[in-house]
């Protein structure tokens, strides 16, 4: 069966400091992953999807990034984070466009 | 006007009530309806999934999907004190962009 690694579960960074999340997907090849962000009482925002290794799409211009490294792996960072970047962070993945979307356990970041 | 409404509640009802949350999607391109559960502070998990219109059972949980309306539903029903959750609506056209709604938080008082 498949499964959906995300970690840390809970990270908190100076305003400035790099950052890195990582997300991996196991029992499953090529899967459409995603990275989305979940701000306190408020919805779900799609930051990045990709549908194959080095296929990245941005959906909101900011100072995050994302990386495909290999095929099952899904990464997200940034240089310097800002204040703004708090929330809660959210990896994804599906076999294709048509199907389900299941996510792993987030990752609740806090910048101070 | 957003692609997908859901109205954010709070919505508080007691244990054994049946439970109906709603959202509304403006594009009639949209073909593929989910509804996912979301415990504080963890991910969403998916509870339905649909296509079509009409009604899809799964224990305690009926998804309705009326296409002529733009109108999805999940029922719940002898709703319990673990129900208590945030639940977000999804749809998606055949281009694959899953669009959420805002989410419904619920309570189920014992």
């Known amino acids: 069966s498949q499964t959906i690694h995300q970690w840390p579960a809970t990270l908190v960074q100076p305003v400035g400091s790099p950052l890195s999340l990582e997300c991996t997907v196991e029992g499953t090849s090529n899967p459409n992953l995603y990275w989305y962000r979940q701000a306190a009482g408020r919805g779900l925002q799609l930051l990045f999807y990709s549908v194959g290794i080095g296929q990245i799409s941005s959906e909101v211009p900011q100072n995050l990034s994302a990386s495909r490294p290999q095929d099952r792996q899904f990464i997200l960072s940034s240089k310097k984070l800002l204040l703004s970047d708090s929330g809660f962070y959210l990896c994804a993945w599906r076999v294709d466009l048509r199907e389900k979307l299941f996510f792993g356990s987030g990752t609740q970041l806090s910048v101070l | ?110």
């Open chain 2, 1 to 110: 006007q957003k692609e997908v409404e859901q109205d954010p509640g709070p919505l508080s009802v007691p244990e054994g009530a049946i439970v109906s949350l709603n959202c509304t999607y403006s594009n009639s391109a949209f073909q593929y309806f989910m509804w996912y559960r979301q415990y504080s502070r963890k991910g969403p998990e998916l509870l339905m999934y649909t296509y079509s219109s009409g009604n899809k059972e799964d224990g305690r949980f009926t998804a309705q999907v009326d296409k002529s309306s733009k109108y999805i539903s999940l029922f719940i029903r002898d709703s319990q004190p673990s129900d208590s959750a945030t639940y977000l609506c999804a749809t998606s056209p055949n281009t694959g962009k899953l669009i959420f709604g805002q989410g419904t938080t619920l309570q189920v008082k014992p």
